[in-house]
């Protein structure tokens, strides 16, 4: 590393671009000077780029070393030995060999989340699947854990996912034409903050400011005030959480029951609503869902929820789901519901009104999309047809040959004997970490690339070190930012990392594919060719962009953006014949005869109120009676760069932060600061309390993202003393239809922690490592 370099240079992240420069041997990373709210999870990537937790070398599980591959309960128990690249080499080439040859391809699971890096060509996910593909195959997984239910559910009722969610309506839409925004789940500024393949400019919060003093009203359903910023003076409607569905059938009885909704709209341009009105006023079940019927539900008064109604139909009015809603049980409810709702106000198609999923979860809903294809690695053909819901991991392990059901189809898991992750920490997405430490006991081996030592890389056999987005170059750009950022190369790599392309194609030779993998291309080579193809679309749409040397040295270059028509729901609105919907009908689909089809009883034909197994009104809730939040952090992205300076600066006492009411905190002897142990039939895990009047009676929430640091107990269970969350929630699918995540939500009980602090082992290398 060079001593006081002050050259700034470009870089970039999921969560803003940003500029770098080294002084005194240190990386010091600064936001661009136009960005008017840059991150401040910005300030992780400097102080996390030499910290203990690095993977320096490649290593091995000693009792795979001794013992050879099998199942084993010393992962995350045993020690490591250190390698040199060329053993690793072998030792991962020849039982790649040997699984293949021996179990086929349908025996390999591809693990990645796509999250790892900003850039276009170091992209974990294309990367392991190109490599896999040129082996032969690989089991993958389908979907994402933040969208899993509503991935499903929008094409069966509304349309194409991404044209849903990038498509639907434009935040100056709402500055020029809304009147009312009600949104379920909020749009929390940290959420915005974030943007796959990253953002230059953080604007969403001044354009919410413009709308509100247009006269824009906002109206938040959630157990959590924070969801919605405070200088917005949104409208809080505390409804108990996963409810929502209740809540909107109630305000649709009271359209009904006034006569608001628009009949000519839902004769016009749905299908189904005969049979969901007599649903919802209770000719077919004989229970109306009124606002009494909703408020007994939800937990808000039955006459707020009447007049709420009344506001909805007064003027142009958006209904917007959050991705958090529908990662619970019946998660494609609320999704539904919230179409069905916005249709009977017949807004939808309308500039700023109907409905949109997903507004504010990310940087990119609602912005403006470029107007060209951006380069990807090319992945290649993958000739395994077989494939899990990515929520869906630890059943696969456990269950190997056990039917399921998902989306009309019945399929089988896999026998999976090896599994090889790059990218992504399935200890921070997934549920119930006691059930997969167990999964985790059961393929032969486990191959993990990885920047640092989390839980995943502990529950490996062969840990190979990769380098960080700094200690490399790439190209960044996203679908919603008119910027293509040059990320340079900040520092050389920590110990002997390698970039994950590098340790593929050194496999990929060692198998005699090499030529296949790379093309005959280093990372520069494939980096111009990502820029070409880049000039190439630009110049298709009459736009100009710089030659490389050029764009390199300049930082940054724009690219142009699409030209935006009101989306396919206004083309829709416009002309239903010419321009239907990406639906079975072509229409809005209020009642499915597909999804009645299937005959799932946890997701009928139409949207309805299903009882939780874990929530208001379940048996569990009499042993466990606090519903806790799982939601995203603020200070970091998922759990990258936990041992950052502003993940770190935000822990009491080394644990994670979890909020809880006065009165519930009243009613435990609990303090603010107090170690508290939080703790159902699942698993405990250990945080801070702090106390909040932003949140409802009855409700804790704590953020997602602290590396999980199991504990040793008396009994066996699971305890982690960092403050995990999914030691402790849920591994169900929302229904059989999609099988997503349910994380967001479970019920605990909280006590104070009495005992001696355990160690804080997390962000420290484990033994062998060091």
Known sequence: MKKDVQQRVNHSSHWGAFLGRIEEYTLVVDPPLDDPRPSPILQNIATAVRHPARVHHPMARRGWLEHGPGRSNGRGKDEFVRLSWPEATERVAAELQRVYDAHGAEAVFGGSYGWASAGRFHHAQSQIHRFLNTLGGYVRSQNTYSAGAAMVILPRVLGDFEEIYLHSVRWDEIVEATDLVLSFGGMAAKNQMICGGGTSRHVIPDILARARQRGTEFHLVSALRDDFDADLGAHWHAARPGTDTALMLGLAHALVANDLHDRAFLNEYCTGYPAFEAYLTGRADGQAKD??????????????????????????????????????????????????????????????????YGLGSMADCGNSTVGIALPRLAQGTNPVTGFIPVARIADMLLHPGEAFDYDGQRLTYPDIKLVYWAGGNPFHHHQDLGKLIRAFERPETIIVHETAWTASARHADIVLPATMTVEREDIAASRADPNVIAMHKLIEPVGEAKDDYDIFAALAHRLHLGAAFTQGRDTAAWLRAFHAEIVAACAAKGHGFPDFDSFWAAGSAPVPLARFDGGRLARFRADPVRHPLATPSGRIEIFSPTIAGFGYDDCPGHPVWLPPSEGVGSARAKSWPIQLIANQPATRLHSQLDFGATSLAAKIRGREPMRLSPADAAERGIADGDIVRVFNDRGAFLAAAVISDALR??????????????????????????????????????????????????????????????????????????
């Open 291 to 356: 606002a009494v019927w909703a408020s007994a539900i939800c937990g808000l008064p039955a006459g707020q929820i009447r007049a709420l109604a009344m506001k909805l139909a007064e003027g142009r009015t958006l209904i917007s789901v959050s991705q958090s809603i529908q990662r619970a049980e019946h998660g494609e409810q609320p999704i539904w519901m919230a179409i069905v709702l916005a249709a009977m106000l017949g807004q939808i198609g309308l500039p700023g009104g109907g409905f949109c």
């Open 697 to 770: 009676k009855g409700v804790a929430q704590i953020a997602t993202g602290a590396w999980f640091d199991p504990q040793s107990t008396k009994d066996g269970s699971v305890l982690c003393g960092h403050g995990n969350p999914n030691a402790v929630t849920r591994d169900a699918g929302t229904s059989r239809l999609a099988q997503g995540t349910t994380g967001q939500l479970c019920l605990v009980e909280i006590e104070c922690y009495d005992g001696p602090l355990p160690p804080m082992l997390a962000h420290q290398p484990p033994c062998g490592a060091a």
